[in-house]
Structure formats: C-alpha cells, structure tokens
C-alpha cells in the first residue's frame, strides 16, 4: 500500500472556520484540546473542539496566519461546530466566521510534484505539522510515513496554482483520505460528531490533547479517562484486498465482530478510502482489537476487513 508516488488532489471536503479579534486566543484557548496559546505560524496543530461532556464536535488541524486562527475540518462537521463556537463567543471579542472567502485546499505528494510548483512555495518545511505561509496562502506538511501537504490557498494563490498544474491529472480526493487512514489521522464527519471523547479517536497519539494546558470545554472527562484509564475504545485501521465499485461505506456505519458461530456489534466507521486495489476503513473498535483481527461491515456482510498495524503506539 505505498502512498509514495506523485500525485495532486482537490480536497472538496475539507473547510475552514477563522477565529481573529482581540480575545480570539483567549477564547480558542477555552474552546479546544491543544494549547493555542504556544502557537506559531510555522507549525500547525492536530485537535479536536468538544462539548462539555468531553464529546467530539469535529477534529482539526489549526494554523496561525497574521493573527487569525485557521482551524481546517471536513465541511460536513462544520455546521455543529461553528454553532458551537458561536454560542460562547457571544461573550468575547471574537470574531468567528467559516472562512470567507473560500480557502482551496489541494493534497499534494511527491518529489517531482512538490519542484513543480517551487514558484507557489518557495521552501516548503518537511517537519511534521510544518507551515510555510506567503501572500498566497499556506503549504502544512504532514510526514508520518512520507511527506506530503495540505495547501490553503487563496485567490491568487489558486489562480497561480492553476497555471502551474493540469486538472485532468488530478487524483481522485479519496487517494488523500486513504493516506491519512494509512497515518492513522482520525476525522470527524457530520455522522459521528458528537459520538466520541478524542481518545477514541488516538488523538492523544497525534500529538492533538494537551493535558497540561488550563480548563477548556470537555477537560473534565478527557482529563479522567486518561488518568482513570476509563477508555475502552480506540481507532484502527483496517484493510480488505479488492474493491466493489458497487458497496459504499458510510461514516457511522457498524462494524461487526465475530463471537463463536455469530457476530455482535464490533465498532463504527469513521472513514473509508481506497488506495490502489485495497479498501481501507479507519474505525473506532474496542481497545482490546488486536492486529490480524477480523470484523465485517454489518450493512454488507460478505465484505470482512483485518486490522492493520498502525503507525504510532497507543498511549
């Protein structure tokens, strides 16, 4: 399964919500699982934004840019979290807004790719959650099993991108999906917000709760299932050789397990990709879930999927 080759994406699914204003900061600060307070604009950041009871809203990756927090989330889990967002923000000078206008985000990889646009981003940082920001937008490097960047672009930084790139070459969106399954990158997606505290989630093994940050929405409980050990569940991937054009899986889909001669309830679907001629499903599972284990999709029983090792150690 490697995601080494050359490629561009347009990532339609992903959006933005911007915090700016003299108390943005502050107000991120108590909204969020990271500390936002540490940030810079070279170096962005993994997180999840929760409700009180330490539920997860929508998973992130923020970025600073002159004084404005961008925080990049599927489009579909935006709705309920900017409501959210707004309904405290009422009490701080901040301005919360989905970004407008309209970022572009593209996913792009690969040597040959990444000189061909050295005109768009000059010296692109290879360190993990790396940023380069310029007049004409942003280039975030993600590098957990190889390099590759989410770009954030502009009007103008889309107009030049577009000059230097052919549309017809384009991957299909769900080849970069398939990437952050294979980095073990969650996502939260209208479906399953709401559903999951972030460690369900493996956010805690991407860098994405800061424990030792002050109060915030849904500390208490992200607080005492890490030091009470009450997590039962955790994030997986799994693999099926071979793809069926003609079954989708959906974020929130169940998951079954086998017991004996039956199978009971065994998870849920946060994502699914296909990356060459394998589907591949990031799901949350019981924390028990051992690699080589197999579970099937109970709405296509005939399809079964094995877990897959994952790229970081569970904490």
Not at 280 to 307: M, W, Y
């Amino acid at each position: 399964m490697s995601s080494q080759n050359e490629f561009i994406a347009k990532l339609n699914q992903l959006g933005c919500v911007t915090f700016s204003g003299p108390q943005a900061t502050e107000y991120l600060q108590g909204q969020v699982t990271v500390d936002v307070k540490k940030m810079h604009g070279n170096a962005a950041r993994i997180g999840a934004h929760c409700d009180f009871k330490g539920k997860t809203w929508s998973v992130f990756t923020a970025l600073l840019s002159s004084d404005v927090y961008h925080l990049i989330m599927r489009k579909s889990a935006i709705e309920k979290s900017l409501a959210e967002f707004k309904k405290y923000g009422v009490f701080s000078k901040v301005d919360i807004q989905q970004a407008v206008p309209e970022l572009s985000f593209f996913g792009i990889s690969g040597t040959a790719t990444l000189s061909a646009l050295k005109s768009l981003f000059a010296e692109l940082n290879e360190q993990h959650l790396g940023v380069l920001s310029n007049e004409f937008g942003s280039a975030i490097c993600l590098n957990i099993s190889t390099p590759r960047y989410i770009l954030a672009l502009n009007s103008d930084g889309l107009a030049l991108f577009s000059k230097l790139t052919d549309v017809a070459t384009y991957q299909d969106e769900s080849h970069w999906e398939a990437m952050d399954i294979v980095d073990g990158i969650p996502c939260i997606e209208a479906q399953t917000s709401n559903e999951f505290v972030p460690q369900m989630l493996n956010l805690q093994s991407v860098a994405g709760i800061d424990f030792d940050k002050g109060c915030y929405m849904g500390q208490e409980t992200i607080a005492r299932t890490k030091f009470l050990g009450r997590n039962k569940r955790a994030s997986y991937i799994l693999i099926h050789q071979g793809v069926d054009a003609s079954i989708e899986l959906k974020p929130g889909d169940a998951l079954e397990k086998q017991a004996g001669e039956n199978w009971r309830s065994g998870g849920t679907v946060l994502q699914s990709a296909v990356l060459n001629d394998t589907t591949l499903l990031f799901g949350v599972l019981a924390n028990d879930t051992q690699t080589g284990d197999v579970l099937r999709s109970k709405a296509f029983p005939e399809h079964q999927f094995t877990v897959s090792a994952l790229p970081y150690k569970l904490n």
